[in-house]
């Protein structure tokens, strides 16, 4: 059974850091692309930031300079450290994995940015 389970999140304040977390189960994601999407309160899902499996990464421009994304194939794990948070990136933030044949979802982990 695949399972991608999220941590990290929680409560910040603005300027604040936090580390999200997804560990992988019964993938590999050596061969996978890797991606934290994230989706407010009646807003769409959207990409934050996506490395594939050759290690190439791209960010929505609303997080460049303030969010890296990594991955620890060893660990089967993916990162996403965020810095200089603010009430806008509050949300739930979602991992996903993609290859040509798979699609999977984890739970989300819920960040929330205020004062």
């Known amino acids: 059974q695949v399972q991608l389970v999220e941590s990290g999140g929680g409560l910040v304040q603005p300027g604040g850091s936090l580390r999200l977390s997804c560990e992988a189960s019964?993938?590999?994601?050596?061969?996978?692309?890797m991606a934290w999407y994230r989706q407010a309160p009646g807003e769409r899902r959207e990409v934050v930031a996506h490395?594939?499996?050759?290690?190439?990464?791209n960010y929505v421009n609303s997080v460049k300079g303030r969010f890296t994304i990594s991955r620890d194939n060893a660990k089967n794990t993916v990162y996403l450290q965020m810095n200089s948070l603010k009430p806008e990136d509050t949300a739930v933030y979602i991992c996903?994995?993609?290859?040509?044949?798979?699609?999977?979802w984890g739970q989300g982990t819920q960040v929330t940015v205020s004062s």
């Open positions: 019964g993938i590999a994601i050596s061969i996978y692309s």
């Open positions: 490395i594939n499996s050759g290690g190439s990464i």
């Open positions: 996903n994995a993609v290859n040509i044949i798979n699609n999977y």
